[in-house]
């Protein structure tokens, strides 16, 4: 089975600092994706970004971006220039690759404060 | 035009009653999932269904049972309602493609008195 570890319940970070959530997993599955979702107060599950295991770059979308490292199992994620916007829980998700689509597995999440 | 809905998005009912939570999808997508977000905010699948069939059922008490009655609904009705069923319950979709996203409904938070 699976196991998604986010070791940092909450965090906070200045409007416009950078910060970095952590996030490791355990899985002897060699082809996966792994998530990072936002939950905001409003409770709706957003997708921040996505990553392939089997692809060696890091995913970005625009001020959010991931450092993956396969052999480590670990998976962080850094949003840089934060905004309010940002507050929120963070969840790191893991999904293994099957013949048809396989449920997420969640870590227990960081709560992230983006303070002015 | 919601991709995923769920009805209602708020439930306070007393222990022992019956309840359904439903769900719609308009993407198109053959696999459902309900997922439950206790109060620690800890997320963990519930059911999964692909094309209105059962695929996992993740020990979940038999006082829940899904219903599937087309691939574009995947319903939950609960029975015996008790106090640690409290929770907000997700519904989700996504398509046949591994590199499809899941798509989340908007929640619905249950509150057993």
């Known amino acids: 089975a699976q196991t998604v570890t986010q070791s940092q319940p909450e965090m906070s970070v200045q409007e416009a600092e950078t910060v970095t959530l952590s996030c490791t997993y355990d899985t002897s599955e060699s082809n996966y994706y792994l998530f990072w979702y936002k939950q905001p107060p409003s409770r709706q599950m957003i997708l921040v970004i996505r990553?392939?295991?089997?692809?060696?770059q890091n995913a970005t979308e625009n001020r959010f971006s991931v450092n993956f490292q396969k052999a480590a199992k670990s998976f962080s994620l850094k949003i840089s220039d934060s905004q309010l916007g940002d507050t929120a829980m963070y969840f790191c998700?893991?999904?293994?690759?099957?013949?048809?689509?396989?449920?997420?597995?969640f870590g227990k999440g960081t709560r992230l404060s983006v303070i002015a | 035009d919601t991709a995923v809905s769920q009805t209602p998005k708020y439930l306070v009912t007393q222990m022992g009653n019956d309840k359904s939570i439903k769900c719609e999808q308009n993407?198109?997508?053959?696999?459902m999932y309900w997922y439950k977000q206790d109060s620690k905010k800890f997320l963990k699948i519930m059911f999964s269904?692909?094309?209105?069939?059962?695929?996992i059922n993740e020990t979940v008490p038999n006082r829940f049972s899904p219903k599937s009655p087309d691939k574009a609904h995947l319903n939950l009705h609960i029975n015996s309602l008790e106090l640690g069923d409290s929770a907000v319950y997700f519904c989700a979709s996504v398509g046949t493609s591994s590199t499809d996203t899941q798509y989340f409904g908007p929640g619905t938070r249950l509150t057993v008195l």
């Open positions: 269904y692909n094309n209105k069939e059962l695929i």
């Open positions: 990553q392939e295991a089997y692809k060696q």
């Open positions: 998700a893991f999904m293994k690759i099957n013949s048809g689509n396989t449920p997420l597995v």
């Open positions: 993407l198109g997508h053959d696999t």
